[in-house]
Nanobody
């Protein structure tokens, strides 16, 4: 069993910053890609940013230049630094990880419970 625990959400004013963190724990042999998704009101869950084990990153257009994803492989953590936040960034942010639980297991996706980010004055 694998558990993803998110932290760092909250209320911030427009133009402000937040840092989200996610720690994976449990039966982990290896973690492939890790990422952050979000679900804003009235829309489907969408990719915010992802990062491979080798550090290659991908960002949604709305995140490019404002958000930075990073990970610490030895600690099984992934962070999302969000700057210049806008009201339209309000939503629930979910951590995602593709985990291998043993050397002969497939790679399976796991999700955190989500953390609320509210951008409002």
């Amino acid at each position: 069993q694998v558990h993803l625990e998110e932290s760092g959400g909250g209320l911030v004013q427009p133009g402000g910053s937040l840092r989200l963190s996610c720690a994976a724990s449990g039966s982990i042999f290896n973690i492939r890609d890790m990422g952050w998704y979000r679900q804003v009101p009235g829309k489907q869950r969408e990719l915010v940013a992802s990062i491979t084990a080798g550090g290659r990153t991908k960002y949604a257009n709305f995140a490019e230049g404002r958000f930075t994803i990073s990970r610490h492989n030895a600690k099984n953590t992934v962070d999302l630094e969000m700057n210049s936040l806008k009201a339209e960034d309000t939503g629930v942010y979910y951590c995602n990880a593709f985990v291998v639980t043993s050397w002969h297991s497939p790679t399976d996706p796991y999700w955190g419970q989500g953390t609320q980010v509210t951008v409002s004055s």
